[in-house]
Structure formats: C-alpha cells, structure tokens
C-alpha cells in the first residue's frame, strides 16, 4: 500500500532561517511526488511537483528514491510562506495520497 | 477563469439524515475528484470519475456513501443514514484529463459536513 508519511505536524522557523519540510513516502513502483499548500483561508493548490524540476515561490523539493523522500526546502523563509503544506503521492491509481500535513509558522 | 465550486459550503446533519454535497468543476474539465479531510488530517481519495463514469471508486469507505456525475460536468457525493464518523471536510477536485502522466488537480473550497 503506498504511504506518505510527513513527521512534522508543526515547524516554526525564523523570517530569513531556511526551511526544510520533510516527506517520506513508502511505494513499490514509480510514484509521482507533489507538494499542495493551503494558505489561510483559501483553498488547497499545487506548489510544486518532482517532474517538473522547477523553483516556485523560492521552493524546491528533490525526489530521492534512495531514501524514498522528496523534502521541501527555501534557502530563506518569508513570512508569507506560513501555511499547511502537504505532500501527496500519485503511484498510476488515480487519487492522490497525502500526507497529514505540516503547518509551517514564519516568525517575524 | 471560474474555479471548482461546492456547495453548500457548511452543512449540519443529524445523524441518520441524508445529504447531499454537490462540485462544480472547472468548464472542460474531463476528471472529477472526491476526497475527505477530517481534523488533523491530510486529504483522503473517496472517488474518481472520467467524464459520467466512475473510474475508481475505491476510496469510498462504505455503501452508505455514492457519487454521480450523469452528464460528465457536475458531480453530486451522496450519504445516506449519516453517522458522526461522517463529519469532515469534503473536497473536490478537478483536473483536464488523465492522458499522460497525472494532471494537476484543482481544488474546490470543501463542504464543511458536521453530522450532530
């Protein structure tokens, strides 16, 4: 059965320290990996995802088999940053599998 | 462009009721997602249809819970005989097609169910 496992319910960091969202995944085959944000009261979207190797909003996130996990990270954190993110699986079944979620806090 | 639209945005129920959430997804959008989000949680799939038909449903978690989508637009999740257990947040979510690889998926506001 395939699994993403986030360790982090709450991480808060300084405005200007790097951040570093974790996310481990358990899947036999190929997976797909996203990371979805939800900022306050809006609804929940895309941030990023693996097969498109590019930087949105500062953000980056490798996929690493080896260690199966695809970790989100920012040199240096804004306070706009500070949301719920989630990062979910597609493995060819057609739902996504997320996460439980990390709530991210940017200190001023 | 319009979004993904669920109504109503609040729903209170008493258990044992029927209800009726309904998703509006985005106009040419072939695939239709149900997910359930209880506290604390992270999204879980419930359903997927491509265009009237549905494709997986899987995640439904029980046969109190059915889904349509009759014309391949909107979608209506269904639950009968409500229990506690049922209360959540509903999301539904829409994406262009499967084709190749997986398409982004766009998210409706969520129903808040709240079953008394």
């Known amino acids: 059965a395939q699994r993403v496992t986030q360790p982090e319910k709450l991480l808060s960091v300084f405005k200007g320290a790097p951040v570093e969202l974790k996310c481990n995944y358990s899947y036999s085959g190929s997976p797909e990996l996203f990371w979805y944000v939800q900022y306050s009261r809006q609804r929940l979207q895309l941030l990023l995802r693996?097969?498109s190797r590019e930087s949105i909003k500062g953000f980056t996130a490798d996929l690493n088999k080896g260690e199966t996990s695809f970790h989100l990270k920012k040199p240096f954190a804004q306070e706009e940053d500070s949301a719920m993110y989630y990062c979910a699986l597609s493995g060819g079944a057609d739902g996504l599998t997320f996460g439980k979620g990390t709530h991210l806090i940017i200190q001023p | 462009g319009a979004g993904v639209s669920q109504t109503p945005s609040n729903k209170v129920t008493e258990k044992g009721k029927y209800v009726e959430l309904r998703c509006d997804p985005i106009?040419?959008?072939?695939?239709l997602y149900w997910y359930r989000q209880s506290l604390g949680q992270g999204p879980e799939f419930l359903i997927y249809f491509q265009g009237t038909g549905a494709a997986d449903d899987s995640g439904l978690p029980n046969d109190r819970f059915f889904a349509v989508r009759p014309e391949g637009s909107v979608s209506t999740l269904k639950i009968q005989r409500t229990e506690r257990g049922d209360s959540a947040v509903y999301l539904c979510a829409s994406s262009r097609d499967r084709g190749q690889g997986t398409d982004t998926q766009y998210f409706g506001p969520g129903t808040r169910l709240t079953v008394l």
């Open positions: 106009s040419g959008h072939t695939a």
């Open positions: 693996h097969i």
